[in-house]
């Protein structure tokens, strides 16, 4: 178990550019969401996958943002046209799809916008 | 809608004092309860689930209860060290995934 992994770490890019963000998570879990955290404010939720499948999206999901999960293994948030809005920490979780199972979180990509 | 509130915003206590922080919830059809800790600039580690048949859970110095009928859990950190400052985020999971609230800043003063 190596825990929840997210890449980059930091990530600093001007206005109007994309980015992408990859999370791999905890090997034997098939659920994974993306939350977005700014400062002072507790996590949103933006969506999240069951295996490959994207069982739901948040209304913050603007059409700019796309997640997938293609294989059912690690996922990729792509931010197109970044905003200075955008500017947040994006966290990634994964769970067993057990009803009350603990959830676990990396450590957060943080994306400034310039 | 769940919504999360988590009392107080922030805490400063001295070292070895117990302590309680609140976090209250809206729609008392939930699954679970999570607590968890978050350092300045990291991501969220997981202190103590508790489900919604369940009164509390204890994990060493840290006890969790959770009234699901009045929408309220408490986290009672005993015999608070420097080590335990960071945010507290409370988070429940219902018919949507985790709803968190805002957190409780903690800091423990040596």
């Known amino acids: 178990d190596t825990g929840v992994s997210q890449d980059p770490r930091h990530k600093i890019t001007k206005r109007g550019q994309n980015v992408t963000f990859r999370c791999d998570p905890i090997?034997?879990?098939?659920?994974l969401y993306w939350y977005r955290q700014t400062l002072g404010q507790g996590p949103e939720f933006l969506t999240y996958?069951?295996?490959?499948?994207?069982?739901?999206k948040s209304r913050l999901l603007s059409d700019r943002f796309s997640a997938e999960r293609p294989k059912g293994s690690f996922s990729t948030l792509e931010i197109q046209r970044t905003e200075q809005g955008d500017s947040a920490m994006y966290l990634c979780?994964?769970?067993?799809?057990?009803?009350?199972?603990?959830?676990?979180f990396g450590e957060g990509s943080w994306l400034t916008v310039v | 809608k769940q919504e999360v509130t988590q009392i107080p915003a922030a805490l400063s206590v001295p070292e070895g004092e117990n302590l309680v922080l609140n976090c209250s919830f809206t729609d008392s059809a939930i699954y679970n309860l999570q607590w968890f800790r978050q350092d300045p600039g990291k991501g969220l580690t997981s202190l103590l689930l508790?489900?919604?048949?369940?009164r509390e859970q204890t994990s060493g110095r840290l006890n969790a209860s959770l009234d699901k009928s009045s929408g309220r859990s408490t986290l009672y950190i005993a015999a608070s060290q420097p080590g335990d400052s960071a945010t507290y985020l409370c988070a429940v999971a219902g018919n949507t995934p985790l709803v968190f609230g805002k957190g409780t800043r903690l800091s423990v003063i040596a």
């Open positions: 508790i489900q919604s048949s369940q």
């Open positions: 979780a994964s769970s067993l799809q057990v009803s009350g199972n603990t959830i676990y």
């Open positions: 996958f069951q295996n490959e499948a994207q069982l739901e």
């Open positions: 090997s034997e879990h098939n659920r």
